[in-house]
């Protein structure tokens, strides 16, 4: 009898993971269900951010303006649409936005783009107050809340998603594209593969899933405004959870997003007046020690684990 691959063990594996995420509601509190949720919502914005900062080399300070987007749709649309046509509009308006912007910006690189990303934010947040204060007479807008479990639920099932377009996207030909464009654009190019358009693609459908993780989670709150949507704090965070767990492969991300997640729970909680500091020593830290990440101490590891393997059978080579 065969044994059976690693890829069948992977898919096992990660169909169980997903199974025992979707009961975790039936054990746990209601503080609890919120901070998975939370957890969730990061690692989607770091696994989106992923998407296309990873293969390319692009820094993007964009996330807040997409994840804005979504709770905006979500705001306009939750007195009058169910919630899963929600979060699908709001991911959608993301990813138009992202891809307008990107088919216009994205010949811009290095910091000229990173700046660009995040004048983003902040042309979108102050735009829309301009626009609720002197068109509406209004700043912010009521949300029909949901419950958390619903949010959870609809939080695990874009994480779901997420997961899958991240590992079909990097092994198929347009990954090897993305690939290619991180290592040389000019190559690139020359080898027939449409710049441009594969990076306003890739742009905008990592924006989707940042979009549809902000219209599922403002369905936690009664009332937003432009500050609250499009908070700084989503566009750095993904970034610095990326950084800190890799983005090489799938996993980094979600670890570098879980362990953060939790660091900023327990910090916030335990130690209010430090917080900042003690994260930013622990990004500096991480940098300096750490500088692939999570990933990067494991591919470590693996690579000496097979260097040992091979000496054990070659012992006279």
């Known amino acids: 009898m065969k044994n059976p691959s690693k890829k069948t063990i992977t898919f096992i594996a990660v169909a169980v993971f997903f199974a025992l995420l979707m009961g975790l509601p039936g054990y746990m509190s209601s503080y609890t269900v919120v901070l998975v949720s939370n957890i969730l919502m990061y690692v989607v914005l770091t696994l989106g951010w ?9 820094i993007s300070l964009a996330p807040a303006a997409f994840f804005g987007t979504g709770v905006y749709a979500s705001a306009i649309l939750s007195l009058s649409l169910p919630l899963p046509l929600i979060i699908l509009i709001g991911g959608t308006a993301s990813f138009v936005l992202a891809f307008l912007v990107g088919s216009l910006t994205l010949r811009l690189k290095g910091m000229y783009f990173t700046m660009f990303t995040f004048g ?39 994480f779901m998603a997420v997961v899958l377009v991240s590992y079909l996207i990097r092994r198929s030909r347009f990954g090897l594209a993305l690939q290619s464009i991180g290592e040389s654009e000019e190559a690139a190019a020359h080898s027939g593969v449409n710049v441009t358009r594969v990076k ?3 742009f905008a459908v990592s924006a989707f899933f940042m979009g549809a993780a902000g219209a599922a989670m403002s369905m936690r709150w009664t009332y937003i405004d432009p500050t609250t949507a499009f908070n700084i704090q989503y ?14 492969q799938i996993y980094g991300p979600i670890v570098g997003a879980t362990i953060f997640s939790i660091l900023e729970e327990v910090l916030t909680t335990k130690f209010p007046y430090y917080y900042m500091l003690i994260f930013g020593l622990t990004m500096i830290c991480v940098i300096r020690f750490m500088p692939h990440g999570v990933e990067g101490v494991i591919g470590k590891w693996q690579r000496k684990e097979r260097g040992l393997e091979k000496a054990h059978e070659n012992p006279g080579s």
């Open 50 to 58: 992923a998407i296309f900062s990873g293969p390319t080399g692009y």
């Open 120 to 158: 983003l934010v902040e042309l979108v947040r102050n735009g829309l107050h301009w626009y609720e204060v002197n068109i509406t007479g209004t700043v912010g807008r009521i949300i029909l809340s949901a419950d958390n479990k619903t949010v959870f639920y609809a939080m695990v099932f874009i």
């Open 200 to 202: 306003a693609l890739t």
């Open 235 to 248: 566009s750095f965070m993904p970034v610095l959870m990326a950084i800190f767990g890799g983005a090489g």
